[in-house]
């Protein structure tokens, strides 16, 4: 009787068992590494949109100071920053800024106690939704008039 060479059904069976596991935790690895990317990659994004903002409110300081300060028009006022103009004194109802469209930019002023207004906190938010979570990057900063 001569004796076959070859492999075994079983051993057949514990190496693909074995290839497969390897090739699903690859996966697993390749989807969690492309989900943080994508993360990092609207992380610039809103930075870009924040320092853009805050420039913005820098040049509307700069050109009209009582004007500026008056848009405080009480404990905190938000804007939605969607055009960088100051037509929308509530918060964002929706995310639509930037490419892609999932952003919002809203700025929060609070005047300092004083008469006249003397300084300015300012804090830009953008903020965008992945699944279930909300992402924010804040920028803030104090402005004043004789800077």
Same mark, same amino acid.
């Given at each position: 009787?001569?004796?076959?060479?070859?492999?075994?059904?079983?051993?057949?069976?514990?190496?693909?068992?074995?290839?497969?596991?390897?090739?699903? #935790?690859?996966? #697993?690895?390749?989807?969690?590494?492309?989900?943080?990317?994508?993360?990092?990659?609207?992380?610039?994004? #809103?930075?870009?949109?924040?320092?853009?903002?805050?420039?913005?409110?820098?040049?509307?300081?700069?050109?009209?100071?009582?004007?500026?300060?008056?848009?405080?028009?009480?404990?905190?006022? @938000?804007?939605?920053?969607?055009?960088?103009?100051?037509?929308?004194?509530?918060?964002?109802?929706?995310? @639509?800024?930037?490419? +892609? #469209?999932?952003?919002?930019?809203?700025?929060?002023?609070?005047?300092?106690?004083?008469?006249?207004?003397?300084?300015?906190?300012?804090?830009?938010?953008?903020?965008?939704?992945?699944?279930?979570?909300?992402?924010?990057? +804040?920028?803030?900063?104090?402005?004043?008039?004789?800077?």
């Amino acid at each position: 009787m001569s004796k076959k060479k070859g492999f075994s059904l079983v051993e057949v069976l514990v190496f693909v068992t074995i290839l497969s596991l390897f090739f699903v #935790a690859a996966m #697993a690895v390749t989807t969690y590494s492309l989900k943080n990317m994508k993360n990092q990659e609207y992380k610039i994004i #809103a930075s870009h949109l924040a320092e853009e903002g805050m420039e913005w409110v820098k040049s509307e300081k700069e050109g009209d100071w009582t004007d500026f300060s008056s848009k405080d028009t009480g404990a905190g006022t @938000t804007y939605c920053l969607k055009d960088l103009n100051w037509d929308s004194p509530d918060p964002c109802a929706d995310y @639509t800024l930037g490419t +892609p #469209a999932i952003f919002k930019r809203e700025i929060e002023i609070d005047n300092q106690a004083g008469s006249p207004v003397s300084s300015i906190d300012v804090q830009i938010t953008v903020s965008w939704t992945e699944g279930t979570t909300i992402f924010q990057v +804040p920028v803030k900063t104090v402005l004043n008039i004789w800077e």
